[in-house]
């Protein structure tokens, strides 16, 4: 048997061309990212990458650094036979990203003889200039390939937009210069293999889609945690927040992959087609034009100095860069509603905050309980609903809760896990997201990328959130203590449905 073989897919010859490539998530991810997919040879045969950024680096200063980011964020202590032979076809171009200059630069180096015509451009640069990079790159002729068997691709990182204006905005520029299929919006979590799992998990196996629906599920709980506070992003996160910095991208993302319904069959444009339709399924969390809407649906709250695994922290207004009398929220729980056949009356209950007790994302979704409780006169514990756990980060892996009879002469019930890990069922490391990323831009693979429309019509859903928190005015917010499990108004918001949020 060949069981568990398949044919990879491999990519085409390739530049990738890094804007930004002395900047944090280079060094960070996308470095350790190539280097691990060069250890296990997914990468092109015929492969360059070519970093441009506004520090004055050489070629080799600029493979010194990927050695240094391999130290640092992939455990290589020493270069190794992988790691040299790609840093020999790293090369680095610098200037200001404003320099036409630069872009004649950047066009040399891709008509040099022997690199490839496949060419994909990284945006790790601030999206602030997303627009005025790109137009700089079509008037310098390199959003289009040379040959009949070149292409060109555009990865953007998220924010996309600040709002449904800006990301319209975003998407008529880019748009102007590249045809929608050139355009990868990258999101990282849909990169994890437990939110791709999930597709697989749902349609591939005929016991679970029977019951993913109203009949079955009380509720669904999605929930991102982090133990950190703002760290050194707290420029940008005082302009954005836990609703923008979060639920807007990410977590829309895992909602609709939880939501939505079966594709014809497993392409992008299905996948993405059927994501879409979950999205705009979703009742308006601020009432508009005559649309039901209840804002007591979302909660906004900030941290307070408190203790967090054991460290004493202070709170948000207090740290570097954060203004003292700052409303900006780092916790943000909402309560949605889906006008679907299949979700009516069925909640989804999101919740994302910094400075929370655990780092955890996990989807969480709870089975209503058996109809009638039969064993409730010869055994006093009372029956759990069963729940089934997804386990994004950071322990990958799917867990299933459900009742079994304690061992003994008395009838008494009590709930237990069946727990999946990736790590342990395939003996083998889970990749990172942007090594799946990266490896899917290369194939023209838009599966995993957001699409435009997803894109505006998730900020169409968040953006009267914030018109409203503008519009009230409000010079205090709700407060948690570090190391809680955010404020008592989200508590509240569950108590009123008589739910809870689970325990993690």
């Known amino acids: 048997m060949l069981d568990g073989l ?40 015929q492969f360059k990458v070519l970093g441009v950024a506004r520090t004055d680096w050489s070629d080799d200063a600029f493979r010194a650094h990927f050695h240094e980011s391999l130290k640092a964020f992939a455990g290589l202590a020493q270069p190794d036979d992988v790691s040299n032979a790609l840093a020999s076809d790293l090369f680095y171009v610098g200037g200001e990203m404003d320099d036409p200059g630069l872009y004649s630069r950047i066009g040399s180096k891709l008509s040099e003889a022997g690199w490839p015509d496949g060419v994909l451009f990284y945006f790790a640069i601030p999206p602030s200039v997303y627009g005025d990079v790109v137009t700089r790159l079509s008037e310098a002729g390199l959003v289009k390939p040379r040959t009949p068997n070149g292409w060109r691709r555009v990865i953007v990182e998220k924010p996309f937009g600040t709002d449904l204006e800006t990301a319209r905005n975003l998407n008529k520029v880019l748009h102007q210069h590249l045809d929608e ?25 005929g016991m679970f889609e029977p019951v993913w629906n109203r009949r079955y599920i009380d509720h669904v709980q999605i929930t991102a945690a982090e133990t950190v506070g703002v760290e050194r992003r707290a420029g940008y996160y005082e302009g954005a927040g836990a609703l923008r910095d979060m639920v807007q991208n990410h977590l829309m993302q895992v909602l609709t992959v939880v939501a939505m319904e079966p594709p014809i069959r497993f392409s992008a444009e299905n996948v ?53 009398t700052s409303v900006t929220e780092t916790f943000v729980a909402l309560k949605l509603q889906l006008d679907s056949w299949r979700w009516a009356g069925v909640p989804f209950y999101l919740r994302t905050g910094k400075r ?53 002469s008395r009838m008494q019930l009590a709930p237990v896990m069946m727990n999946f890990r990736y790590g342990s069922a395939f003996g083998k490391p889970v990749p990172e997201a ?7 831009a290369m194939l023209g693979d838009p599966t995993l990328f957001a699409r435009h429309d997803f894109v505006e019509n998730s900020w ?36 009123a449905d008589g739910r809870r949020w689970r325990t993690l």
């Open 6 to 45: 398949r044919i990879e897919p491999t990519p085409e010859p390739t530049v990738l061309v890094i804007f930004g490539a002395s900047g944090d998530l280079t060094n960070r991810k996308l470095l350790p990212a190539l280097y691990q997919l060069a250890r296990a040879q997914r990468l092109p045969a």
């Open 181 to 205: 299929p050139q355009i990868f919006r990258i999101d990282h979590y849909l990169g994890k293999e437990t939110v791709q799992n999930l597709l697989v998990f749902r349609f591939a196996n």
């Open 272 to 324: 993405r087609d059927r994501k879409l339709d979950a999205l705009l399924s979703i009742q308006p969390l601020v009432p508009q034009n005559g649309d039901n809407g209840d804002s007591n649906n979302v909660v906004r709250a900030q941290y307070t100095a408190g203790w967090v695994n054991g460290s004493e922290v202070p709170g948000y207004r207090q740290e570097d860069g954060v203004s003292p």
């Open 356 to 408: 929370l007790p655990k780092r955890t994302t996990e989807i969480a979704i709870q089975f209503r309980r058996p109809p009638l409780h039969i064993f409730k006169r010869v055994s006093p514990t009372p029956i759990a609903p069963n729940l089934l756990v997804v386990n994004i980060q950071p322990d990958e892996g799917i867990s299933l809760r459900f009742e079994a009879k304690l061992p003994g």
């Open 434 to 440: 942007y090594e799946t990323l990266l490896l899917d």
């Open 460 to 495: 169409a859903l968040i953006t009267p959130v914030h018109q409203m928190w503008e519009a009230s005015g409000l010079s205090e917010i709700a407060t948690y203590e570090a190391g809680e499990w955010g404020p008592p108004e989200a508590d509240q918001m569950m108590q």
